[in-house]
């Protein structure tokens, strides 16, 4: 479908504008940094507000188009992997939480379930194809999206997939450690890749709007309307902001695009986003903030997810972890790794 008829069906679905709905399309290609398409983000605004455009444009959302922060997810998904559920103790209280490992024949991810969430996949065995209404997708420790299910529906589909397995590698097993013997170098990465990497970051793209309000209490994309925001959830609220960062890493083998969320933006500038926030109110020029960037040329070693970008066609990687070289432990790692080789 094209953009024009998207907005005019937006628009005509929600009650909202067409310039709204613009806007709408607009911010939600900020916050992602361009991991989506125009009309993919007009996709995602359009679920938000509760249109009907999966029927409208006959078009399904897959895996491997899942990126973390996307909100009103209608996906449906094969169960290949039913995993154990874990009990875990968070200040003082006991919890609950199993996996399922879905996917389609774009590749697999984790849905997770938690506490009460566990009564609801019972009777889902291995096997089973699911169909999710209104989920969302989050950052799992691997810096991959997983499904959850939050105040969505789920309920069995007859419809039948074909899985193609492809669970991005867990380095580190999920404890934030780097290490010199499982990195490997850009030239070498692809997409679904989850890799280790040691570059100089050598461009920033100077974004005209670097932040994004979202909502104090979940963190969720709050929206505004009539001069105030609100959240899906929590209604209207005092919105927040987060900030989202892209440039270019480079580490002598080749460069790649890659995009900086929240506290992984802010420790790039060593600065809160609110310090940023209150730096570019000051000046009246949100673009001022990166006058503050001061890591162009610095090395460090960078870990996230490989993904395409459907618009530009090239692969970019979401970082989700950054940590500054330590020398003695990469000479360590190294010899580690000679004397097993």
């Known amino acids: 479908?094209?953009?024009e008829k998207l907005v005019e069906t937006i628009s005509k679905q929600s009650g909202k504008g067409a310039e709204d709905v613009k806007k709408l399309i607009s911010d939600k290609q900020t916050e992602l940094s361009g991991l989506v398409s125009e009309e993919g983000a007009a996709y995602i605004v359009g679920r938000e507000l509760g249109c009907s455009l999966l029927k409208d444009t006959a078009k399904e959302l897959k895996v491997k188009n899942l990126v973390a922060g996307m909100r009103s997810v209608d996906i449906t998904v094969k169960v290949t992997e039913i995993q154990e559920p874990r009990t875990f103790n968070k200040n003082g209280k006991e919890g609950k939480v199993?996996?399922?490992?879905?996917g389609d024949e774009t590749g697999t991810a984790r849905f997770s379930?938690?506490?009460d969430e566990l009564d609801r996949i019972k009777e889902i065995k291995a096997g089973d194809v699911l169909k999710l209404t209104r989920g969302y997708a989050k950052l799992d420790y691997r810096g991959s999206p997983e499904l959850r299910l939050g105040k969505g529906s789920l309920e069995k589909s007859e419809e039948k997939i074909e899985v193609t397995e492809s669970r991005p590698a867990q380095g580190g097993q999920g404890t934030g450690s780097f290490s010199a013997a499982g990195r490997t170098t850009i030239d070498k990465i692809k997409e679904g890749d989850f890799p280790e990497i040691r570059a100089c970051m050598i461009q920033i793209f100077r974004r005209k709007k670097p932040f994004y309000e979202v909502c104090p209490e979940c963190g969720k994309r709050a929206y505004e309307k009539e001069g105030k925001f609100t959240c899906k959830d929590h209604g209207e609220v005092t919105p927040a902001y987060s900030m989202v960062v892209s440039g270019v890493l480079d580490d002598g083998t080749g460069n790649i695009r890659a995009v900086f969320f929240r506290d992984i933006a802010e420790k790039l500038f060593d600065?809160?986003?609110?310090?940023?926030?209150?730096?570019a109110?000051?000046?009246m020029n949100a673009e001022v903030i990166y006058e503050h960037f001061s890591v162009l040329g610095k090395e460090f070693i960078f870990r996230g997810r490989v993904k395409r970008n459907d618009m530009t066609e090239s692969i970019e990687m979401t970082v989700n972890d950054i940590q500054e070289i330590d020398v003695k432990k990469e000479a360590e790692d190294i010899i580690s790794g000679l004397e097993k080789a």
């Open 1 to 3: 479908m094209e953009m």
């Open 98 to 102: 199993q996996n399922l490992i879905v």
């Open 113 to 115: 379930f938690w506490n």
């Open 271 to 279: 600065k809160t986003t609110k310090e940023l926030k209150d730096i």
């Open 281 to 283: 109110q000051k000046e």
